[in-house]
Nanobody
């Protein structure tokens, strides 16, 4: 079982930055790949980025490359999502997830956090 707790959400003006954190705990957490997803009101949950605990290899949604950066701190078993040049359309609930594969498919992630709200105003 893996437990995930997100933090770092909030309100920011367009052009600003936020860093989200996801604290992971539980058995064999380091075996999983850690992803970030987001869900805007009335929309499907969509993939943002994923990172491998072991290799540090990353994969991003094309639309977010260059603005979002995923990273991990192995010692703290924490994953981060640095979000820069934020836009109003980035407003969503952001979720951390753990799964066995590096994939944008949300159905391949069995473990999820509770989410953290990010609001970007124009």
């Amino acid at each position: 079982q893996v437990q995930l707790v997100e933090s770092g959400g909030g309100s920011v003006q367009a052009g600003g930055s936020l860093r989200l954190s996801c604290a992971a705990s539980g058995r064999s957490v380091s075996r999983y790949n850690m992803g970030w997803f987001r869900q805007a009101p009335g929309k499907e949950r969509e993939f943002a980025a994923v990172i491998s605990w072991s290799s540090g290899r990353t994969f991003y949604a094309d639309s977010l490359k260059g603005r979002f950066t995923i990273s991990r701190d192995n010692a703290e078993t924490t994953v981060y999502l640095q979000m820069n040049s934020l836009k109003p359309e980035d407003t969503a609930v952001y979720y951390c997830a753990a799964g066995p594969a590096m994939t944008p498919d949300r159905y391949q992630y069995p473990y999820w956090g509770q989410g953290t709200q990010v609001t970007v105003s124009s």
